[in-house]
């Protein structure tokens, strides 16, 4: 099981990039899947998640409105479009799945420990 995440890229403030994520070896669709970032010195955080079947899109405060999470079933990938992008953005980004349906049992989306197979992460910088 692998996610692949690209996208990521040097972007001006009020740009917009599009993250992706692949998944090899499991369907997209059947798992809540996450979007974290890390900037250097700092715990990763979470930004949004989709949830397995359909379930809704969960946003963190600080994302909310400028970010959007989705989802293409054929493409077994999920995208984060991110929008009006902010120095503060920089970071490096990683989707992450919860195979174990951690999160389709008790609901938390927002925890690192909820997911268990990770991505490699993508490069963001927005500088001008």
Request: net charge positive; glycine share 10%.
């Amino acid at each position: 099981f692998q996610l692949q995440a690209c996208g990521g890229g040097l972007a001006r403030p009020g740009e917009s990039l599009r993250l992706s994520c692949t998944a090899s070896g499991f369907t997209v669709k059947d798992y809540a899947i996450g979007w974290f970032r890390q900037a250097p010195g700092k715990e990763r955080y979470w930004l949004s998640s989709i949830a397995a079947r359909s379930l809704g899109e969960y946003y963190s405060n600080s994302v909310r409105g400028r970010f959007s999470i989705s989802r293409d079933s054929a493409k077994n990938t999920v995208y984060l479009q991110m929008n009006n992008l902010e120095p503060g953005d920089t970071a490096i980004y990683f989707c992450a799945a919860d195979l174990s349906l951690l999160t389709y049992s008790n609901g938390i989306y927002y925890q690192p420990g909820q997911y268990d197979t990770w991505g490699q992460g993508t490069q963001v910088t927005v500088s001008s």
